[in-house]
Nanobody, 121 residues
């Protein structure tokens, strides 16, 4: 089994910064893409940022220039540095990883349980 555990959420004032972490553990052979998603109250879950195993990144337009995704492949960990936070960034942030549990196993998407980020105005 594979577990993803997020950390680093909390309450911050507008304009502030936070860094989220997500560590994957368990029966992991390899991890391809990793990403961060968020879900605000009353809204659908949306993509925030993704990163491939080679380090290529993709961002939602709403966070470009403010958020930075990175990963440590040796630690099976993905990070999200969030700067210049806005009240509209308030949401539960989830990490996701495409994991192979064996050399011939297909990749499967796993999700963490989420961490709450609240940005006050």
């Amino acid at each position: 089994q594979v577990q993803l555990v997020e950390s680093g959420g909390g309450l911050v004032q507008a304009g502030g910064s936070l860094r989220l972490s997500c560590a994957a553990s368990g029966s992991i052979f390899s991890i391809a893409g990793m990403g961060w998603y968020r879900q605000a109250p009353g809204k659908q879950r949306e993509l925030v940022a993704t990163i491939t195993s080679g380090g290529s990144t993709n961002y939602a337009d709403s966070v470009k220039g403010r958020f930075t995704i990175s990963r440590d492949n040796a630690k099976n960990t993905v990070y999200l540095r969030m700067n210049s936070l806005k009240p509209e960034d308030t949401a539960v942030y989830y990490c996701s990883a495409a994991v192979q549990v064996g050399p011939i196993s297909p990749g499967m998407d796993y999700w963490g349980k989420g961490t709450l980020v609240t940005v006050s105005s």
